[in-house]
């Protein structure tokens, strides 16, 4: 989902890289974490999910 979230964002903002870095960041402030820093074999945290789920959503991202 992260990983889902993120390639969204970047091409949002093909481009603007000042603009996907405050994306980016913006999305980091609603959600705690940086989900760029997420892999895949990092273990599925439901809070952190449930967090990403909403802050994406706001931005018209569903996932």
Do not use: N, W
């Amino acid at each position: 989902m992260c990983r889902t979230v993120s390639e969204e964002l970047e091409r949002r903002h093909a481009g603007d890289p000042m603009a996907l870095v405050l994306a980016k960041g913006e999305l980091a402030r609603q959600t705690g974490f940086l989900a760029g820093l997420v892999g895949r074999s990092d273990p599925d945290d439901p809070e952190k999910i449930g967090k990403l789920r909403q802050a994406a959503a706001a931005i018209s991202i569903y996932v």
